[in-house]
C-alpha cells in the first residue's frame, strides 16, 4: 500500500528552504514536492522527549519550555450533536491537542475561528473534511465488533432494569474490549484527521482499515523507532473509552429524569397532535444526549490529549502550525507512557496544556445549541400550523 507519509521522515530534521508567507493569491497545496518552503522544524524541548529510546529526559531548566509564556499571547495571522459539526471541530482541536510545541493555546473559541480561516483559505475547502470518511469506518468497526463480543460471550450488550454488579461488570469489560479491538483503527484515523492537508495525498476509503492493520502487524506504514506499542496504548485507550461512556450514559439518564419529572403533566394523550407527540417524546432525548456528550468531552478533555499524543507519537505525521495556519510540523515527541506524557505536559506546559484547542469544543457546542434550538423551532411551528 502507498503510505501517506514521508518514507524518510522520522519526526526529526524534516525542514525545508527558508520560510515564505501566503500571498493573497494562495492556492491550496496538490503535491509534497511544493512543501519546501512550508515545512518547519520545531525547537528540542526537554519535555518532547527528543531522544533515543530509552534515554532519559534532561533535567528541568536545561532547555527553555515553550508552555509557560506565550500563552495565547500572540495574535493569530491568519457526540452529541450532528456528525459533521463534531468532525469539523475535531479536526480543528485535535491537531491542537498534539502540538506540543504550540506557544497558542486556542483555549477560546475566538482564536481556533482564526486559524480555521487561515487554514482553510490556504488549502481549500477540502480541508473541512479529511478524515470523515475514516471517523464513520471507526464508528462501524466498533459497533460491529461490540455485536460479535456479545454475541459469542456472556457480556452483556445493554443492562436489564434489574441489573447487578456482575452485570455491569461485564458490560463495561465489553465495552473496553470493543476500543481495545478498534484501536489500531482508531489511531490510522486520528491520523488521517490531524495530518496537514499539504502533504496528503488522495486516500482511500479503506485506507484506516489497512493502516490500522499494519499498524498490528507491523508493516506497509512507515514509523520511527519512537513508535509506542500497541500494548502501551492498550489501558489509556480503554480507559478514556469506558469512562466516555459511564460519565455518559450516567449524565444522560439523570438529565432525563428531570426533564420528565418536570413535563409529567404536559405527557402526550391522545387527543394530542402527532407533531407534539414527537416533540414531546424525542426532544427530550436530544438534550439528554447532548448534556451527556458535553459533560463527558468536557471532564476528559485532558485524558485524551494525553491519549492523542501517544497514538500520534512516531507515526510520522505532519501536522499544522496551529499559531500561524500556514506551515506544517512534524511531531518528534517521545514519551515513555502515560504517566511520563502527563508529568511532561504539566511541566513544560503547564495545565492549560491539557486543554489546548478548547476553543474549539466551545465552537462545537454552540453549534450544537444552535442546530436544538432550531430543530425545536421547526417542530413548534409544524405543531402551531397542525392546530
Known amino acids: 500500500m502507498h503510505p501517506r507519509r514521508p518514507e524518510g521522515f522520522d519526526g526529526l530534521g524534516y525542514r525545508g528552504g527558508g520560510r515564505e508567507e501566503p500571498g493573497p493569491g494562495a492556492r491550496p497545496f496538490g503535491s509534497a514536492s511544493e512543501l519546501g518552503h512550508w515545512v518547519t522544524s520545531p525547537p528540542d524541548i526537554p519535555g518532547s522527549r527528543n531522544l533515543?529510546?530509552?534515554e532519559k529526559t534532561p533535567p528541568y531548566g536545561a532547555g527553555t519550555p515553550l508552555g509557560g509564556a506565550g500563552l495565547n499571547e500572540e495574535p493569530n495571522l491568519g457526540a452529541g450533536g450532528p456528525g459533521a459539526v463534531e468532525q469539523i471541530c475535531r479536526l480543528w482541536y485535535w491537531p491542537c491537542k498534539v502540538n506540543y510545541h504550540a506557544r497558542n493555546y486556542h483555549l477560546t473559541p475566538f482564536t481556533i475561528v482564526n486559524i480555521m480561516y487561515s487554514i482553510n483559505k490556504t488549502q481549500g475547502p477540502r480541508a473541512l473534511w479529511k478524515g470523515m470518511g475514516?471517523?464513520?469506518?471507526?464508528?462501524?468497526?466498533?459497533?460491529?465488533?461490540?455485536?460479535?463480543?456479545?454475541?459469542f460471550t456472556p457480556l452483556p450488550r445493554e443492562l436489564s432494569h434489574k441489573w447487578n454488579l456482575k452485570q455491569i461488570g461485564g458490560h463495561l469489560l465489553l465495552k473496553g474490549l470493543t476500543h481495545v479491538i478498534a484501536m489500531p483503527f482508531y489511531s490510522a484515523s486520528l491520523i488521517e484527521t490531524v495530518q496537514s492537508e499539504i502533504i496528503r495525498d488522495n486516500p482511500g476509503i479503506l485506507d484506516c482499515v489497512k493502516e490500522g492493520?499494519?499498524?498490528?502487524?507491523?508493516?506497509?506504514?512507515?514509523?520511527?523507532?519512537?513508535?509506542?506499542?500497541?500494548?502501551v496504548l492498550t489501558f489509556p485507550t480503554a480507559l478514556h473509552g469506558v469512562l466516555h461512556y459511564v460519565i455518559s450514559s450516567i449524565v444522560q439518564k439523570l438529565v432525563l429524569f428531570v426533564l420528565k419529572r418536570d413535563n409529567s403533566p404536559n405527557?402526550?394523550?391522545?387527543?394530542s397532535t402527532s407533531v407534539q407527540s414527537m416533540l414531546d417524546a424525542y426532544f427530550p432525548?436530544?438534550?439528554?444526549?447532548?448534556?451527556?456528550?458535553?459533560?463527558?468531552?468536557v471532564l476528559l478533555y485532558p485524558l485524551e490529549t494525553v491519549l492523542h499524543r501517544l497514538h500520534i507519537q512516531g507515526t510520522r505525521t505532519i501536522i499544522d502550525n496551529t499559531d500561524l495556519g500556514y506551515e506544517v510540523l512534524?511531531?518528534?515527541?517521545?514519551?515513555?507512557?502515560?504517566?511520563?506524557?502527563?508529568?511532561?505536559?504539566?511541566?513544560?506546559?503547564?495545565?492549560?496544556g491539557f486543554y489546548k484547542g478548547f476553543g474549539a469544543v466551545v465552537v462545537q457546542y454552540t453549534l450544537h445549541v444552535a442546530v436544538l434550538q432550531l430543530t425545536k423551532i421547526i417542530y413548534s411551528t409544524l405543531l402551531q400550523n397542525v392546530s
Not at 405527557?267 to 387527543?271: C, D, I, V, W
Not at 432525548?285 to 468531552?297: H, P, Q, R, Y
Request: aromatic share 4%; glycine share 12%; hydrophobic share 40%.
Open 213 to 231: 492493520i499494519g499498524r498490528v502487524v507491523g508493516m506497509g506504514v512507515p514509523h520511527s523507532k519512537r513508535l509506542l506499542p500497541l500494548m
Open 267 to 271: 405527557l402526550p394523550t391522545e387527543s
Open 330 to 352: 512534524p511531531i518528534n515527541t517521545q514519551y515513555e507512557g502515560m504517566r511520563d506524557c502527563i508529568n511532561t505536559i504539566k511541566r513544560e506546559e503547564g495545565m492549560l
Open 134 to 151: 475514516s471517523t464513520f469506518i471507526v464508528q462501524g468497526i466498533t459497533l460491529g465488533t461490540e455485536g460479535i463480543i456479545s454475541e
Open 285 to 297: 432525548e436530544l438534550i439528554a444526549s447532548f448534556a451527556a456528550s458535553l459533560c463527558a468531552d
Open 52 to 54: 533515543h529510546w530509552g
